[in-house]
């Protein structure tokens, strides 16, 4: 019997693991535990292995930092905020190589694979994610076929030297992520491959959610807000989930964090839909390119609509959503490096911009425990010491012939 089962929240249904990533098509999988959660003295985010759904510590490492803000506490005037940090920062020990947040959900997805037997992983990705796949991935020497728009080919780097001979990409000629996943929604499984699965891979959303439990430690509870950028919801979703984990089983106190997410003005679906309080998102245009602050919160399908997802999280956190104007964006990114000393991804900094609109609008008092997820960041300080290498595609081609080099795509190739 596994430690854990999955329960499907729209049937509640209870099933064994099978790295199983859809039961329903209007719902997620949550994975359950039946242990307490004891901290292992283990690095990154193994030190709470009892709430991941994999069967064991993992070779690779990856992990979330929190610290109480002192530089940007100051300019804001807020005492108590804290900052969760995903990225290279080696003063303070950031345990993200590929920075990003997004090394979290692979290296806790890499095992989950690992556990069941699974010989293959294919994964769109607007850069980031697929980036710490191919990194992990390649340190494990594990099958992993890449779904890349064109113009996000150039953010699938490695350090110089980095094994990477079991990784292989596909560039999508013009196109963007929705293009990237459109295509791997159509290739056939061909010889065991399996989708990652994104937002509905419990092993991308736990991974993730170890953020809340890194920080509930070096807080000493929970934070009364928590702010992030949001694309396609599995970190919002997966902290909301493991804060009510932490709460039911006595690990910290609640309520749950109050969850303010942020979006890029110009495309923002989920703050859009949640300024209606309604249900159902409005479609997307079908080929839109906006230009905007950060492309990687771009994605035409967020979980918004499935039980479990961003409307229900926002519901139960008593949630808030914002636009960001790019100007404001960019004066975030500034005021964060000037005030903490690096430079934070383009999610974070419209995380940050949205944190200053919700003091502006009193979203938050100035003495509340606040919580801003940095979502990646050192991002130029990597590349100004180490040399990197861009991963060469196998081709770049429209999407039609994606698919068909994707179905021919075989193990044999690798």
């Given at each position: 019997m596994s430690k854990y089962l999955l329960r499907c929240l729209g049937t509640q249904d209870r099933i064994e693991d099978?790295?199983?990533?859809?039961?329903?098509?209007?719902a997620l999988l949550r994975a359950e535990y039946d242990n307490t959660l004891t901290p292992r003295d283990a690095p990154g985010l193994w030190r709470w292995l009892d709430w991941l759904p994999v069967t064991k510590q993992g070779a690779l490492n990856a992990g979330s930092i929190c610290y109480q803000s002192e530089g940007l506490s100051r300019a804001l005037m807020l005492p108590n905020l804290w900052i969760s940090f995903h990225g290279y920062w080696p003063e303070r020990d950031g345990n993200c190589p590929t920075t990003t947040f997004k090394d979290m959900e692979a290296v806790t997805t890499l095992q989950r694979l690992e556990d069941h037997n699974v010989p293959g992983l294919i994964c769109s990705s607007a850069g980031n994610t697929a980036r710490a796949f191919a990194h992990f991935g390649g340190l494990a020497n594990f099958p992993i076929l890449l779904?890349?728009?064109?113009?996000?080919?150039?953010?699938?780097?490695?350090?110089q030297g980095h094994p990477t001979s079991s990784v292989k990409v596909i560039g999508i000629k013009g196109g963007d992520y929705g293009d990237a996943n459109e295509v791997t929604s159509q290739i056939i499984e061909v010889g065991g491959w399996r989708r990652e699965g994104g937002v509905h891979n419990v092993a991308r959303r736990d991974g993730i959610g170890s953020l809340i439990l890194t920080a509930i430690e070096a807080i000493g509870g929970m934070p009364k807000h928590y702010f992030q950028g949001v694309g396609g919801g599995p970190g919002p979703i997966g902290v909301h989930e493991m804060a009510q984990r932490a709460i039911?089983?006595?690990?910290?106190?609640?309520?749950?964090?109050?969850?303010?997410?942020?979006q890029n003005e110009e495309f923002c679906l989920v703050h859009d839909a949640w300024q209606k309080r309604t249900f159902e998102l409005t479609p997307a245009k079908e080929a839109i390119h906006p230009d905007v602050y950060s492309d990687v919160l771009l994605n035409?399908?967020?979980?918004?609509?499935?039980?479990?997802?961003?409307?229900?999280?926002?519901?139960?956190?008593?949630g808030a959503t914002y636009a960001v104007a790019k100007d404001d964006a960019s004066a975030a990114f500034t005021l964060f490096k000037e005030t903490e000393g690096i430079d934070p991804f383009s999610a974070g900094a419209v995380a940050l911009a949205s944190l200053k609109q919700a003091i502006f609008r009193g979203e938050v008092h100035r003495d509340d425990v606040i919580l801003l997820n940095i979502s990646g960041g050192g991002g130029e300080r990597y590349r100004s010491e180490y040399e990197i290498e861009v991963l060469e595609p196998v081709a770049i081609v429209d999407k039609a012939e994606a698919v068909r080099m994707g179905r021919a795509f075989t193990f044999a190739n690798q």
């Open positions: 099978e790295y199983t990533i859809r039961y329903h098509d209007k779904v890349v728009a064109e113009k996000h080919l150039d953010r699938i780097w490695v350090p039911q089983a006595g690990f910290a106190e609640g309520p749950v964090p109050r969850q303010h997410l942020s035409r399908s967020p979980a918004y609509s499935v039980r479990g997802g961003l409307f229900d999280t926002l519901v139960e956190s008593h």
